[in-house]
């Protein structure tokens, strides 16, 4: 097998669904030499030629044609959740590499079956948990596993955005908890993964959930019911350094319909010290945040991230340079064969602990 390095033909990359996989995924490829976008996916033929022609791109509503194209070597499914584990798992089969979007599957035996698939077929999965490659959020990890605040005692995450708080916002696959709907799915998925992956393995969850706005507009006129949950409250422990004796104590609040809402914050509280990393800008969820540390008994000072963490290019949409770090990340694992960090096994994590989470009783 050649080296990353080596002088290679691009990956030919198919994208699967053309809101995030247009508005983000697309103009991340664009400075990846290993990836190059060869077709476009989407159910509706309207949609797809639209995408098509602004972008100089062949398309397809035939999925399985999409797979038999002789230069699609990966797919990026960036669909909403509920055709997402089919889309995969026919991908897989036809021997695809695949980078998903969150929450990978609706169900952990979904992602399990994924994951199972994937190792078969040797075949390399992202999952786009791209606060994973945020510079600050880069610089906490680091911070956290060189013991810049000792040993963490106790971790909150807030997470209160307002983006569903107009009752008046039309009914779509958000409202159903079955099609992958809620506040858990879509930012639970993510914020499980970031405590994963800064602090250590999430155990036993325990929530409270309750749908706030029980109805909406449908676009086909009169009122639909509202079944997936808005807000939730979570209560789980996190093992320092993956030690089952060191369980720190985690609370998570999450919320799509909090008027005025804080944004995104994590606190860090430990033997030695406080980090803060957070974010008021509901609008961009990179750019905007910021990152404090303070030592015992000092005050929180603000923190820049290292200079080897910096993003090469930047664009006015913060989403986008962080996912273009997601693709180079996938691209080397497909080129050199190692296994894909963040991918389908943190993924099924992320996946096990949001099915506790909906599990839980809603309030009515």
Known sequence: MQSPSSKQSPIGVAIAGLGFGEAVHLPAMQVNPDLSPVALWHPRQERLDQACSRHGLKG???WAALLAQPGVDAVIIATPPAPRFELAKSALEAGKHLLLEKPVALHAEQAEELQRLAMAKGLSVAVD?????VPLFMQAARLLKSGAIGTPWLVKLDWLM?????????????SQGASGGGVIGALGSHAFDMLAWLIGPVGAVQALNGVSIKERPHPKGGMAIV?????????????????NDMAVPAQMCLSSVARNGRGCWIEVYGSEGTLR??????KDYVH??????????EPLRPLSPDDDLAFATTWSDGRVAPVARIHD??????????????????????????????GAIAQK
């Not at 948990?129 to 490659?133: D, G, I, M, P, Q």
Request: hydrophobic letters at 35%; proline letters at 2%.
């Open 227 to 243: 079944d997936a949950e808005d807000v939730s409250l979570i209560q789980t422990t996190l093992q320092w350094q993956g030690r």
């Open 129 to 133: 948990f791209e606060y994973r490659a």
């Open 60 to 62: 397809t509503s035939d």
């Open 162 to 174: 307002s983006s569903r708080a107009d009752a008046s916002r039309a009914w779509n696959w958000y």
């Open 277 to 282: 990393l957070g974010s008021d800008n509901q």
């Open 288 to 297: 905007g945040f910021g990152l404090w540390h303070a030592k015992s008994g």
């Open 329 to 358: 990340w996938w691209a080397s694992s497909i080129r050199s064969g190692r296994p894909m960090v963040p991918g389908i096994l943190e993924g099924l994590l992320s996946q096990q602990a949001c099915d506790q989470s909906v």
